[in-house]
């Protein structure tokens, strides 16, 4: 987890509000990932970036946006939250795109 | 998406044992292979990283890495209570997606 911090590191949520999690930094990684961890499916890629606004899809980006407007920071935000976002989400960062991948400590989403 | 397989445990072992874990891949042209050690309710640590055919070794860690079979194991040696963990495989994908995961095999080791 050194180097990387995740905010809030819990929530609870209603169905329908938006949900902003925080992802920062201290490493100066290029790259920086969004995954979400459900029982039966593993780790899942919602979104990624490769620099400060340069962002992509991953296999899950559907109700979800990003932002990057510093190498430091990478915002994940459910626009309008639903109970199937209920997960655990981690943040993830790299040098380069092939390169090793170190998570940050995780934030547990409940939509209720 | 290319897939990882990695059968999901639970994978027990005697303390003191060699426990190994397996993962195979889908894409052929993958050349970065990772393995993640996960304790429950915890982030993925990372614990091994291969790049080449053959084995890597870190202290009590071997990563056996063979490209034509799309194989790549971990072994363990002398296992122990706290290498009780879920170990995932990770490897890079050519395709849209950096690095994809398997699920995990669920390791215990029993004193």
Not at chain 1, 6 to 12: A, I
Not at chain 1, 58 to 74: A, L, M
């Amino acid at each position: 987890d050194a180097g990387i911090t995740q905010s809030p590191r819990h929530k609870v949520t209603e169905t329908g509000t938006p949900v902003t999690l925080r992802c920062h930094q201290t490493e100066n990684h290029r790259y920086m990932y969004w995954y979400r961890q459900d029982p039966g499916h593993g780790l899942r890629l919602i979104h990624y970036s490769y620099g400060v606004k340069d962002t992509d899809k991953g296999e899950v980006s559907d109700g979800y946006s990003v932002s990057r407007s510093k190498t430091e920071d990478f915002l994940l935000t459910l626009e309008s939250a639903t109970s199937s976002q209920t997960s655990v989400y981690f943040c993830a960062i790299s040098e380069g795109e092939s390169y090793e991948q170190y998570f940050g400590p995780g934030t547990r989403l409940t939509v209720t | 998406q290319k897939e990882v397989e990695q059968n999901s445990g639970p994978l027990s072992v005697p303390e003191g044992a060699i426990a190994s874990l397996n993962c195979t891949y889908s894409d052929r042209v993958s050349q970065s292979f990772f393995w993640y050690r996960q304790y429950s309710g915890k982030s993925p640590e990372l614990i091994m990283s291969i790049y080449s055919n053959g084995d890597k070794e870190d202290g009590r860690f071997t990563a056996q890495l063979n490209k034509a079979s799309q194989y790549v194991s971990l072994l363990i040696r002398d296992s122990q209570p706290s290498d009780s963990a879920t170990y995932l495989c990770a490897v890079e994908d050519s395709g849209n997606t950096p690095l994809v995961f398997g699920k995990g095999t669920r390791l215990s080791v029993i004193a």
